[in-house]
């Protein structure tokens, strides 16, 4: 397969002592209400719950009965409500509405909210103006990190990239100082700390006074994370905003992984009833194929399908001994693994329908030529195309925040063409989408014959100093999302192949994109490892206005005695794509170094920064060319242990962006 890799990359850390402790940190709040109690759980809270603690743990420090937080409260005859939520106003109004009627109707219970991953003074506000902050004890679990994967940890906020990176809301970096905290007293001093962007610099210089306070935990300990490297999305929105054609992606994109598991539906399991799936390592098909690039996958599972089919004979040969020992040791494991690949392979299948009713190839070509700069009037045109035939609404806003970026904004003439088209087609309710997209700079439109410069420094004139600094930070917003071409050009993303790129044995990181692109900000933490710093990339860092820093600890840098110089935690605050996990996965064999991944947000398909109204990030990306047509058997396991199974003809496809979420009220 396409990561041979290197057998001296060091292994991640043990995330696992992180479920453990929130585990016990959660048990610990429960029993301080003793007796049976009812627990209300916020609905984005269920899933990482149920990867922390079971239902069945619940029940064992009882938990009498669960509820989803929802609009209308359960009727319950229980004398103790406890309340598992989000620092959430429109929450907690919710919560002294229940206090609020069973005050009326004479009712006397004991109330208990705890907020994770911390408690907002605003939310503490709210109770006492609806007057039951006297009723209710109020408590945090501090439940920072999920770990996702043997390499994967996630902080699971999904409301992190609107409030942060649309509203300004900075109440999240004191939950990412924290984590970083957690982590540093865990797994000891990390050797060397880079970031870039304004909340990176932020989160660090927070988890440095944290330190400080409680005089450094985890001083002393023998480091197993070498270096930390922080990066804000919104240094890479073009890696974010392309189509995805790594399995892990496009599975997310089609079916929408969250914490860690997926939903496969009838279309996939060829039945009546949806099954549950953890997609991590110990899943041994979906490990091997879960960076690979699509059109790689069907050749794996051709193969495995026949090498289980041949395992599955040897019983036709062994004594009874031996068969014996097949059933007690092999047979289990055969089937499940049978299970599982006959669950990948109705997955391909589904999402080849998926794609196949886009058009997902002049898609593909379309995001190639934005990212080259080539036939951009030519892709202005597939993309008002798209949107006049009501594709998708997804889809169109993607393509044209793409357009956007690429282009240091659209001309006047096509911004107002397009939004009036789009609005035509997807209706008026989608101006504030708009709005919110030019607020980030996503979508913006080129100023006629002025600079941003030049509009800075006028604005600037007619307000104070503190108030000029923040509209300088919102003009150096947009500014570093102006200069792609540039930025493409230093840093070589777009890379010149003679004759076809192989997509099995690639040898950089633009396999994640069909070898069209290689991720920005995957390269940018490769050429700062490789350079220990950010000398070199002055020019870069200019065309970026990335705040960037490059910190050491010198008790710790250079011991070449410890293994953990060579594993790096990439922290990306605002969320990350599958194709970026699998880039740094394929550096990290490549140069014999171990990565851990950290999202701060999850873009949901997500998944993972849940963002703007009327729009909410996907972990998405990836281009492709045109690709082989190949043939999978779908196999079934028959009562005789047979694999049998018509053989279909499937053809890669890949898949979308960006979802649809309502405004909600923190």
């Not at 193969?303 to 062994?318: E, P, V």
């Not at 282009?407 to 939004?419: A, V």
Request: a neutral charge.
């Amino acid at each position: 397969m396409a990561f041979a890799g290197r057998r001296d990359v060091p292994e991640a850390p043990d995330f696992g002592i992180l479920k453990r402790l929130a585990r016990d940190q959660l048990i610990y709040l429960l029993e301080q209400l003793p007796g049976k109690k009812d627990l209300f759980i916020e609905p984005d809270l269920m899933s990482p719950l149920d990867r922390i603690a079971n239902v069945s743990i619940l029940k064992q420090h009882e938990v009498d009965k669960l509820y989803k937080v929802e609009s209308r409260p359960a009727p319950s005859a229980s004398d103790q409500f406890c309340f598992l939520v989000r620092p959430r106003i429109k929450t907690m109004r919710y919560i002294a509405d229940i206090v609020n009627a069973d005050k009326m109707s004479g009712r006397s219970r004991k109330y208990k909210i705890i907020f994770s991953p911390q408690k907002f003074y605003a939310c503490e506000m709210v109770l006492e103006e609806e007057g039951v902050f006297g009723d209710v004890t109020c408590d945090e679990w501090s439940f920072y990190l999920l770990p996702l994967d043997e390499d994967i940890i996630s902080m699971e906020l999904p409301e992190f990239f609107r409030d942060y990176f649309l509203e300004g809301d900075h109440c999240w970096i004191n939950s990412i100082a924290r984590a970083l905290q957690l982590l540093n007293s865990l797994y000891g001093p990390f050797g060397k700390a880079y970031g870039i962007g304004r909340c990176a610099k932020m989160s660090y210089e927070l988890w440095r006074d944290l330190e400080e306070e409680s005089e450094g935990d985890g001083q002393g300990r023998k480091p197993e994370i070498g270096n930390i490297f922080l990066m804000d999305r919104d240094m890479d929105y073009v890696t974010a905003l392309c189509s995805q054609v790594v399995y892990e992606g496009l599975v997310d994109d089609t079916f929408r992984i969250k914490c860690g598991s997926v939903d496969f539906g009838p279309d996939v399991t060829s039945s009546d009833k949806s099954i549950k799936v953890l997609l991590n390592a110990q899943d041994k098909v979906f490990s091997q194929i879960r960076n690979e690039h699509f059109s790689s996958v069907f050749g794996f599972l051709s193969q495995k399908s026949r090498n289980l089919q041949a395992q599955y004979d040897r019983r036709r040969s062994m004594d009874i001994k031996q068969m014996k020992n097949f059933v007690s040791q092999e047979l289990k494991g055969l089937k499940q693994e049978h299970r599982l690949l006959s669950l990948h392979i109705g997955a391909c299948e589904s999402i080849m329908k998926k794609k196949t009713k886009q058009d997902f190839q002049e898609m593909i070509k379309a995001e190639h030529s934005l990212l080259e700069g080539f036939d951009i009037r030519e892709s202005t045109s597939f993309i008002e195309e798209h949107i006049d035939r009501q594709v998708s609404p997804i889809e169109s806003l993607r393509l044209m925040c793409l357009l956007s970026i690429t282009e240091n904004g659209l001309i006047p003439k096509d911004y107002r063409s397009l939004k009036t088209q789009y609005l035509q087609s997807y209706g008026p309710e989608h101006l504030l989408t708009f709005h919110n997209l030019k607020r980030i700079g996503l979508l913006t439109e080129q100023s006629a014959g002025e600079t941003l410069t030049a509009v800075e420094s006028k604005v600037s004139k007619l307000v104070t100093d503190r108030a000029a600094g923040k509209i300088t930070d919102a003009f150096n917003s947009l500014a570093r999302k102006s200069n792609f071409r540039a930025i493409s050009k230093k840093l070589g993303l777009i890379p010149r192949v003679d004759g076809e790129y192989d997509l099995k044995m690639p040898r950089d990181m633009a396999y994640v994109f069909s070898g069209a692109y290689i991720p920005l900000s995957c390269k940018i933490i490769e050429q700062v490892l490789e350079r220990r710093g950010w000398l070199g990339l002055e020019e870069v860092m200019r065309l970026l206005n990335g705040n960037e820093f490059s910190i050491s600890d010198s008790t710790v840098e250079d011991n070449p005695t410890w293994e953990s110089q060579r594993v790096v935690l990439a922290v990306f605050l605002g969320g990350c794509t599958f194709s970026e996990i699998a880039a740094l996965r394929f550096l990290g064999k490549e140069r014999g170094r171990s990565r851990s991944g950290q999202r701060d947000a999850a873009c949901p398909g997500s998944g993972s920064g849940q963002g703007l109204w009327g729009l909410s990030w996907s972990r998405r990306e990836a281009k492709q060319q045109p690709w082989l047509v190949s043939a999978v058997a779908k196999a079934h396991v028959e009562g005789d242990g047979e694999m049998r199974g018509p053989s279909r003809s499937v053809l890669p496809w890949n898949s979308t962006a960006l979802g649809w979420e309502p405004g909600r009220e923190r």
